[in-house]
């Protein structure tokens, strides 16, 4: 079987599938640990937590092949954006150390 990944719209439709199985195999897997098998419900919660690395690489790769939605910025709103930066970091400032005093 191959997978033609230039069909964005069928790599989204399989990724909403992958997002079901997850959840399904998320389900599964809590009630069989729950009901006493240990070993088995682990293996499941791993395949699911594999579903949910192929669907998220799947959405990103559909995400990247995509038309950008807004046009780049040109000229002087492009600078304006690099001028202000989008988070602040503020350093806290620091405590002069404690000499020992002569007594």
Request: positive net charge; contains cysteine; charged residues 25%.
């Amino acid at each position: 079987m191959r997978i033609d990944l230039s069909d964005l719209d069928r790599l989204t439709t399989f990724a909403g599938a992958l997002e079901r199985l997850f959840w399904c195999l998320i389900a599964v897997g809590f009630l069989t640990a729950i009901l006493g098998s240990a070993g088995t419900g682990l293996f499941v919660l791993i395949l699911g937590a594999a579903a949910f690395v192929v669907r998220a690489g799947l959405e990103d790769f559909v995400a990247s092949r995509r038309e950008p939605a807004e046009p780049e910025k040109t000229g002087a709103s492009k600078r304006e954006a690099e001028a202000e930066p989008e988070f602040t970091v503020y350093r806290a400032s620091r405590r002069p150390r404690r000499t020992k005093s002569a007594v």
